[in-house]
């Protein structure tokens, strides 16, 4: 299944480079400004559970911990199945896990893409979890990607969710697992993105030239 998160990742590279185009040629909606000016000081900033008002101490911290965790096993898992070799593999309190793999190559897109492909369906099976226990709000189904927005923005819209504390867990699995998705998905810096780009550009291209235009 780790195939899954090569074609989800050029997808939200494009609509992401959309995204950033649209908004430099049309203005923010002016409700939305109105929304983000009530959003506490540094919310959605640092993305650290109890100190970043977006995500709460208890239920930020087991949403990530499980989400990092099984992100960096499902590398190693699949690096081990393609007969590549790990440096190291361990636990990084308190973010989760690590796995480095010594010997993996431009080409090796299922291992890059593993991560991100696991966190996807993460989300979607504590989505459907939390959809199947609770009622959720009509416009969900609506759009879908009312799912991408924090709890307190939908609140902010008038949209009425409450939530027990495990129905949060599974909304906060849910919610971290889509952006760590989402955000491993651009090419930036040193993201599954950036390697899973690389990848697919050594197929067209030089290595050398592939990884000066991925960074």
Same mark, same amino acid.
């Given at each position: 299944?780790? @195939?899954?998160?090569?074609?989800?990742?050029?997808?939200?590279?494009?609509?992401?480079l959309?995204? +950033?185009?649209?908004r430099?040629? %049309?203005?923010?909606d $002016?409700? #939305?400004?109105?929304?983000?000016? *009530?959003?506490? %000081?540094? !919310?959605a900033?640092?993305l650290?559970?109890?100190?970043?008002?977006?995500? $709460?101490?208890?239920?930020?911290?087991?949403?990530?911990?499980?989400?990092?965790? #099984? /992100?960096?096993?499902?590398?190693? #898992?699949? +690096?081990i199945? /393609?007969?590549?070799?790990?440096a190291?593999?361990?636990?990084?309190?308190?973010?989760?896990?690590f796995a *480095?793999?010594?010997?993996?190559? $431009?080409?090796?897109?299922?291992?890059?893409? +593993?991560?991100?492909t696991?966190?996807?369906?993460?989300?979607?099976?504590? @989505?459907s979890?939390? +959809?199947?226990?609770? $009622?959720?709000?009509?416009?969900?189904? *609506?759009?879908? #990607?009312?799912?991408?927005?924090?709890?307190?923005?939908?609140?902010?819209?008038?949209?009425?969710?409450?939530?027990?504390?495990?129905?949060?867990?599974?909304? !906060?699995i849910?919610?971290?697992?889509?952006?760590?998705?989402?955000?491993?998905?651009?090419?930036?810096?040193?993201?599954?993105?950036? !390697? =899973?780009l690389?990848? =697919?550009?050594? /197929?067209?291209?030089?290595?050398?030239?592939?990884?000066?235009?991925?960074?």
């Amino acid at each position: 299944l780790s @195939f899954i998160g090569i074609p989800a990742s050029i997808l939200v590279f494009l609509l992401m480079l959309y995204s +950033a185009v649209n908004r430099l040629l %049309k203005p923010l909606d $002016p409700e #939305l400004t109105t929304i983000l000016s *009530k959003l506490p %000081k540094g !919310y959605a900033l640092i993305l650290i559970p109890g100190i970043d008002p977006m995500l $709460p101490l208890i239920q930020g911290w087991i949403a990530l911990i499980i989400s990092v965790t #099984l /992100h960096e096993f499902f590398h190693g #898992l699949v +690096a081990i199945n /393609h007969g590549r070799s790990l440096a190291s593999v361990g636990l990084m309190i308190p973010f989760g896990a690590f796995a *480095k793999v010594i010997d993996a190559r $431009p080409g090796d897109l299922r291992i890059y893409s +593993a991560g991100i492909t696991v966190n996807l369906l993460i989300s979607i099976t504590a @989505f459907s979890i939390l +959809a199947m226990v609770k $009622p959720l709000p009509e416009i969900f189904l *609506k759009n879908p #990607l009312t799912l991408l927005a924090p709890i307190d923005i939908l609140r902010l819209k008038g949209i009425d969710i409450s939530l027990t504390f495990s129905e949060s867990i599974l909304y !906060y699995i849910g919610l971290v697992n889509i952006w760590l998705f989402i955000i491993n998905s651009i090419p930036f810096l040193i993201t599954d993105g950036t !390697y =899973i780009l690389t990848g =697919i550009l050594t /197929h067209f291209t030089k290595l050398k030239r592939a990884i000066i235009i991925s960074q």
